[in-house]
């Protein structure tokens, strides 16, 4: 039987961009509100985050070029579709390989109300947002105008039909954000929230760190995918580009 899975799947970060920088400096200085003009499907990669999107890219292509990713799907935010052209020019993928695919489902969560906000800023100025995420718990928090971790699987789990019909067999390399990673890992491991959650508090997603899964036939009943590594960081060590990993969102709302 054909496997309807790809033969491997990367699901990596993107690199640090401008926006995990100034959400630091706020947390830092115990700031309310993070202090960036452009939209977040606007922000940048910072210099630190192209240096670690080539770096990665090295290491894709220290690949024989028949197992480099020949498939490369992106959120269409310009940190991660900037992460995946990098790779590209870093000879990353295989001489094959179409084009970056910006994909709308793999990007961010949409953060509404509390968007651009610190911990101490949701407290301050969302107090009754704080409280229903205490109730309720992060995988089910929805706050107004934006999406809970349960909303992001949704639109993931269309993502996954989508590859599976287009690409099995074949080497994907998926270029989102911290908890697209997060929420796949649910998705391709059958996580439960509990354990979903345990992994998220053992500490964030590094920037291009790499999750990679491997297509197994021995998995009943019809073969599916194993993970290899998760927030494999040696690419970028190797290389020796600092390793980061500054949430996306506020803190007390990701």
Known sequence: MRSRWPERLWIVRHGESAGNVARDQAHAAGRARIEIEDRDVDVALSALGEAQSLALGGWFSAMPPAARPDVV??????????????????????PDAVQPTADERLREREFGILDRLTSAGIRELHPDQAAFRQQLGKFYHRPPGGESWADVILRLRSALDTISLHYAGRRVLIVGHQVVVLCLRYLLEDLTEGRLMEIDAEGDVVNCGVTEYRFDATIPPDGALRLVRYNFTAPLEEAGAAVTSEPDAPVAAR
């Not at 799907?73 to 295989?94: C, Q, V, W």
């Open 73 to 94: 799907l992106a959120s269409p935010y310009a940190r991660a579709r900037a992460t995946a052209r990098l790779i590209g020019e870093a000879h990353g993928f295989a």
